[in-house]
């Protein structure tokens, strides 16, 4: 199943309202569609960035686990195609480009690199060479480098950017 990323296809043009998993109505606008699941990410009227879930609920990837993992597939596309995606469609919606900055990128990569698993863990290394490394992801890239279970070509490589990330400070 291929990860992919586009505007909504339904043609949203107004502002929904969902439950929070916590119980409480939040307002927000579909910004992309995550294919092939169909799952919606949008931004709420405080620029907080927002994930559908399958029972129409909606969750926060900067503020739970579940948010976090329903984004978790987001690594699997180009960081550089996802931002251009994001941008130009916040622009044709008539939103200020500037809400991706707010994109919860730096948590996504981290979660990435907390599964333990070199499958995530190499996306969240082509993610972190992209945006850049933050002091937030230094202890899950040692633990990364430390770990001898995860494959060594990929222990190398997040050595590499660490010397990188700590030379740059």
Known sequence: MSTTIRRPSSGVTEWRTSTRSGGEDVEWFPILELGPTGQLIGITREAEWLTTR?????????????????????????????????????????????????????????????THSGYWGNYALDWMEEFGCSRDHLPALQSMIDDRRTEQKLRHRARRILRRSVRSK
């Open 54 to 114: 399958k029972d129409g609920s909606v969750t926060f990837p900067s503020a739970d686990i579940d948010g976090k993992l329903s984004l978790l597939r987001l690594v699997e596309l180009n960081s550089v195609i996802f931002r251009e995606v994001a941008v130009t469609t916040l622009s044709h919606l008539g939103f200020d480009q500037s809400l991706i900055d707010n994109f919860p990128t730096s948590d996504l990569i981290k979660f990435a690199l907390e």
